[in-house]
């Protein structure tokens, strides 16, 4: 089981950027898929952005033309570029690993919170 650690998360005022970064435990050039979650206090979690390993992105209505997804092969690492962050982004952000089912590993998350 590919092990993931989240970093970049932090406390931001509205219309600011953030970069979260994953990093792999090992290769993630075979992967599927990897992804970005979100999950708010109180709410259930939800689905933000993937790349598949052929560079193909995926993103929630809510994010499309805000954040980006990428990825480094050679560094092992997925990141989570935002921009123009709202209050509504605030939530623990989780990097997955994805096969073509779904949804097949998870990091510890890390939390973004936005607010003047």
């Known amino acids: 089981q590919v092990q993931l650690v989240e970093s970049g998360g932090g406390l931001v005022q509205p219309g600011a950027s953030l970069r979260l970064s994953c990093a792999a435990s090992?290769?993630?050039?075979?992967?599927?898929?990897m992804g970005w979650y979100r999950q708010a206090p109180g709410e259930r979690r939800e689905f933000v952005a993937t790349?598949?390993?052929?560079?193909?992105?995926d993103y929630a209505d809510s994010v499309k033309g805000r954040f980006t997804i990428s990825r480094d092969n050679a560094k092992n690492t997925v990141y989570l570029q935002m921009h123009s962050l709202k209050p509504e982004d605030t939530a623990v952000y989780y990097c997955?690993?994805?096969?073509?089912?779904?949804?097949?590993?998870w990091g510890q998350g890390t939390q973004v919170t936005v607010s003047s």
């Open positions: 090992e290769s993630i050039v075979t992967i599927y898929a």
């Open positions: 997955t690993t994805n096969n073509y089912e779904g949804v097949d590993g």
């Open positions: 790349i598949t390993s052929g560079g193909t992105t």
